[in-house]
């Protein structure tokens, strides 16, 4: 059907930069909102950033002027650029997409779950 592939995740030191990409591939019809999430060990799983398919987006307080969320939609792949990055930012990151996909008629919809890249900002 679909699936969200992430990479670009590491290891950084306080103040550095990371981007994170994920790409949607399998029978995809087409893609509307898409975020990232993020889950840091013994807490809940938190949005990041949200975008849509125009381009309007969404950010945490915690991450706003930080980071910066954008998407190719002829590449069905979202971006998450990270600024300045703290120790807190600690966290495995996910996307997420919301795609209508070819299985059948109507064609259904569903969010969709990248695997998980870890984060780790220390120094």
């Known amino acids: 059907q679909v699936q969200l592939v992430e990479s670009g995740g590491g290891l950084v030191q306080p103040g550095g930069s990371l981007r994170l990409s994920c790409a949607a591939s399998?029978?995809?019809?087409?893609?509307?909102?898409m975020g990232w999430y993020r889950q840091a060990p013994g807490k809940q799983r938190e949005l990041v950033a949200g975008i849509t398919r125009r381009g309007n987006t969404n950010y945490a307080d915690s991450v706003k002027g930080r980071f910066t969320i954008s998407r190719d939609n002829a590449k069905n792949t979202v971006y998450l650029q990270m600024n300045s990055l703290k120790p807190e930012d600690t966290a495995v990151y996910y996307c997420?997409?919301?795609?209508?996909?070819?299985?059948?008629?109507?064609?259904?919809?569903?969010?969709?779950w990248g695997q998980g890249t870890q984060v780790t900002v220390s120094s």
């Open positions: 399998g029978s995809i019809f087409s893609i509307k909102p």
């Open positions: 997420v997409a919301d795609v209508t996909y070819y299985s059948g008629s109507p064609l259904p919809r569903g969010d969709f």
